[in-house]
């Protein structure tokens, strides 16, 4: 059988996911499990609620032990992901005060003041640029890399002529990335990714800008989310044409561009986050 | 590895998607591929497929009915319950990876992927059924 819970350490906190339904019968060795990591040391501790599907009264019990334990040595708990029948269940019970949640693991990374407020740092923008040079290398076997960052007014038109776009959405933040590539440019990692020459667009290729931007959101998104962001699934879109612009609405707020020299030519990867 | 003559639905809302998974097929040696653009022109293809298909390759992340749903549709049915069934996606979290697995996934391939990496999943999916 499937543990009830996993405990992971952390350098300045301790994550326990729970999963399942916590009741009487697997409850045994929980408290002395989390009592002998937290021996060593005395970090914060994060409840990951997202696969619990109930709690029973005895695991409440020992989380309030828990919470006191910490609380005595000037720590907190947090629970993360928690449903709203979770939260309501901590309301009912009286303890919503010792059970504080967040959304998300990076937000209360944040509230315990170990990671800072979502901006457009290199934490954020790097799985992009990786992922974009690992997807083309695998994919289209094009060798490309990043040169200055830099940044961008909103609503500026995008730099190249066919455009993969997909929306960023997190329950606290919301942006975008887009990949831009100038025609000459698109056409030959088409024809890198295709396996034949194409010399001129057409809608067969032209849904390959959301193909290959989906595929490095999909990239990022699994290594931002290990950091706890929280980017929920999109579905990309391609705009095309000389000067073209992406709606104000994907692209509000700050934004960065960074340029790319390829074996196939120049492209741009834009990333815009509003907080 | 897989008859060359087995019947092989290639799913993906992404047309040049389709074309690189159907010509990595191809290349493969296989001879009969379909293509739908999400899960509900699959399960019409699958449905209405003369020769029955013997293997689906889908993308994951698609409107309308995603390859998840479409997976669990397949399973449920008695007759095409037993499809080789492989999902591609380009998101392999954890959590998405068990949910797949639970619902009867035979394999998933991470995109961006090779020849080899496809070909390599579809030896594992050809060497389950034949056990």
Known sequence: ?275 | MFNPNTPVLVVDDMSTMRKIVSKILRDLGFTNITEAADGNLAWEAISSAQAPIGLIISDWNMPNCTGLDLLRRVRADKSMGRIPFILVTAEAEQHQVAEAVKSGVDQYVVKPFSKDALQAKLEMVHKKYAA
Request: with cysteine; hydrophobic share 40%; proline share 3%.
């Open chain 1, 1 to 275: 059988m499937d543990k009830i819970f996993e405990i992971q350490t952390f350098e300045n906190y301790l994550l326990i996911k729970l999963k399942g339904s916590c009741d009487f019968s697997n409850l045994k060795g929980f408290y002395d499990e989390v009592m002998n990591v937290l021996q060593y040391s005395r970090p914060h501790v994060i409840i990951d609620c997202e696969n619990l599907e109930s709690i029973s009264k005895d695991w409440v019990r020992d989380l309030l032990r828990l919470h006191l334990f910490l609380k005595s040595n000037d720590k907190k708990l947090r629970f993360v992901q928690a449903s709203a029948a979770l939260k309501s269940n901590f309301k009912t019970l009286g303890i919503d005060d010792a059970f504080k949640t967040s959304g998300t693991l990076k937000e209360a990374l944040i509230d315990f003041g170990l990671a800072a407020r979502r901006s457009l740092d290199t934490e954020f923008i790097n799985p992009f640029l990786d992922s974009t040079m690992n997807v083309l290398k695998v994919q289209a076997g094009v060798d490309a890399q990043a040169g200055k960052i830099y940044l961008k007014k909103p609503n500026e038109p995008l730099l190249g002529d066919v455009s993969g776009v997909i929306g960023i959405v997190s329950e606290n933040f919301t942006g975008a990335v887009v990949i831009s590539f100038p025609e000459a440019t698109f056409l030959k990692v088409m024809s890198g990714m295709l396996g034949e020459e194409y010399l001129e667009l057409n809608q067969d290729i032209l849904d390959g800008a959301g193909e290959i931007t989906n595929i490095i959101f999909g990239q990022a998104k699994v290594i931002l989310n290990g950091k706890g962001y929280g980017i929920k699934t999109a579905l990309p879109s391609v705009v095309h044409g000389k000067d073209h612009t992406v709606s104000s609405h994907d692209l509000m707020g700050q934004s960065v561009v960074v340029p790319f020299e390829s074996n196939s030519g120049k492209f741009f990867v834009e990333i815009c986050l509003s907080v």
